[in-house]
């Protein structure tokens, strides 16, 4: 407000102006500082505090939380979400890298009605998509079905309540992550590089190999990143789908929340995930940078 | 989740008839993975609406075509309930993202030079929705406010605002800014020029970013399961305990008109992301 006196001042965007920038950032930053700081603060300061006996915590010094994350039974059920959302993330890269750069090949209009079709079954019902398979993977359900009709088997194979619906399940839902980043990092690339390659004499193939694909591994990187992250944490696919009896992280902070009301440990744990998903985040920027820096300057 | 539509609108920029050469021959056959990928994309929902057509109780068998779902989900009184309490969670939720969203967006783009506070206000997008909610549950427990729909109203904000405020920064970048500036140099302040010049033209992109926050908050499950109470179930919770303890076909029916609001919510915002992305 203040700024009305130098109506003058050259490159406003950069120029800080006294409280000018305070009513536009004050009230969205008290806000995020409330309700998302302080919450996630508040949780890394309870993981080094003892349970209450209804949930809730006692302020009694203590690092049994951090300790008992090494019980071999929390270690198997980390492994076991790294795993299982590792395989997730793997199978949506290799089904969405080739439908990436399908779009990408299209002509620009039919390129965002592609790119449409790919986002849509993202903004449909988180638990409705998970319902879906439910119909599709039972017993009774439309895939045993056609199984049956085909004649390829006799009786209903168990599908739904395994580790691998659960794999189908996450990768269902989260698949359109994947192919977005790959997306954007494809068309962006300089045709006449490839074009360059094949003027050269490279076969397809090669020009794919030698040129495409290492500039698309930044993409491919964040990609896995969308991917990898909520399928680490999410409960309900393993719970609905999984038929609870595949546990991942997610399911054993909700449970230390709400069954087991030991919130230090839920908090612990929550720290835990997110620990490791800001390693995997900046593993991916470091390795990002160096591959975007190394053959453009070249 | 934040880049959901940033790709698609880089597609729209880029629509302008420029080079993209014939030179590299596309065999055909490159098309198959994405048809592939198609179907298994929309064949659970488009198996979930048929169902709701579906004469017979059962959900695995058909028995011709019937609409009485659709009625009896209307009569469903915890749906409704649900129904309810979704509309005003996301009501509150896109009001106050949108409003500090927006000035947010402004802020950063124009007073601050480092990516921090930039960072800070996107990261509710990134953040694992787990965390967010046991933590304001932690929260409110500490503080003593009892849970219930104001409760996810907040918490909802959070996460929606940081997809206005990145959407709003994404239509900001392609914006002119020598009209602001020349706002500024016929001695308009900073709050006139904003209200007078810059929001007009942003006014696409921000009903773009209200609309997603809302769609966001209507399907939001994690937050809302931590931080409501169990007498004031959103919509999302309704059909995760309707899933979790027996399905009725009135699911199915729910789905897809749910189906049918995101569809038309999502080309609506795509509709006006084009239309700011035209008007640079």
């Known amino acids: 407000m203040t700024s009305t006196n130098h109506p003058a001042a050259p490159a406003a965007r950069t120029v800080r102006r006294g409280l000018a920038p305070v009513p536009f950032l004050a009230p969205g930053m008290i806000y995020l500082i409330l309700f998302m700081a302080l919450p996630v603060g508040l949780l890394a300061f309870y993981t080094f505090f003892k349970r209450g006996r209804f949930g809730g915590i006692v302020f009694e010094f203590t690092l049994d939380n951090w300790v008992k994350l090494f019980e071999p039974l929390y270690v198997g059920v980390i492994l076991q979400s790294i795993v299982l959302a590792g395989i997730v993330t793997l199978l949506a890269l290799l089904i969405g890298y080739p439908m990436a750069y399908a779009i990408a090949g299209l002509s620009p209009k039919w390129r965002t009605v592609a790119l449409v079709a790919v986002v849509l079954p993202f903004w449909t019902n988180f638990l409705i998509r998970t319902y879906a398979w439910i119909l599709l993977l039972n017993n009774a359900g439309w895939v045993n079905q056609w199984l049956q009709g085909l004649g390829i088997t006799d009786a209903p194979i168990s599908m739904l309540y395994t580790p691998q619906a659960i794999v189908v399940g996450l990768l269902y839902m989260y698949l359109p992550l994947m192919v977005l980043p790959l997306y954007a990092s494809l068309q962006q690339l300089d045709p006449s590089l490839r074009e360059a390659a094949t003027n050269l004499g490279a076969t397809p193939w090669r020009a794919f190999r030698t040129v495409t694909l290492p500039l698309s591994i930044p993409g491919a990187l964040t990609g896995c990143i969308f991917v990898f992250v909520p399928a680490m944490s999410n409960f309900v696919i393993p719970e609905l789908i999984g038929g609870g009896k595949t546990i991942m992280v997610g399911n054993l902070v909700r449970d230390q929340f709400f069954e087991a009301r030991d919130w230090p440990f839920g908090a612990t744990l929550a720290l835990l995930l997110t620990i490791l998903l800001v390693i995997v985040i900046v593993v991916q920027t470091a390795v990002s940078r160096r591959l975007t820096e190394g053959p453009r300057r070249g | ?280």
Request: charged share 10%; no cysteine.
């Open chain 2, 1 to 280: 989740m934040v880049d959901t539509t940033a790709p698609t609108t880089t597609a729209m920029r880029e629509i302008e008839p420029s080079a993209r050469p014939r030179a590299v021959r596309k065999p055909r056959g490159i098309l198959v993975p994405l048809w592939l990928g198609y179907v298994f994309l929309y064949l659970p929902i488009l198996i979930v609406v048929i169902m709701s057509f579906n004469a017979s109780e059962n959900l695995f068998v058909w028995k011709g075509f019937s609409l009485r779902w659709y009625p009896e989900l209307f009569a469903d009184e915890k749906i409704m309930q649900g129904l309810g309490n979704t509309l005003i969670v996301a009501t509150g939720a896109t009001a106050i993202a949108t409003v500090l969203g927006t000035l947010l967006a402004y802020g950063i783009q124009h007073y601050t030079r480092g990516g921090l506070i930039r960072a800070f206000a996107i990261a509710p997008a990134i953040l694992p929705d787990l965390l967010l909610g046991i933590g304001l549950l932690t929260l409110f427990s500490l503080a003593s406010v009892t849970l219930g729909l104001h409760s996810v109203i907040l918490a909802h904000g959070v996460f929606a605002t940081a997809f206005v405020t990145a959407i709003v920064l994404a239509r900001m970048a392609n914006l002119d800014p020598s009209l602001e500036e020349a706002s500024r140099d016929l001695g308009a302040g900073a709050v006139r020029t904003f209200m007078r010049v810059t929001l007009p033209q942003l006014a696409p992109g921000i009903v773009a970013g209200a609309l997603l926050a809302f769609t966001l908050s209507i399907d939001e499950f994690v937050i809302a399961f931590f931080t409501t109470a169990p007498t004031q179930p959103t919509l999302p919770i309704v059909i995760y305990s309707m899933v979790r303890f027996g399905v009725t076909p009135e699911v199915n029916a729910l789905a897809t008109i749910l189906l049918l609001v995101s569809v038309v919510t999502v080309i609506a915002a795509q509709r006006l992301t084009r239309l700011t992305g035209t008007t640079r």
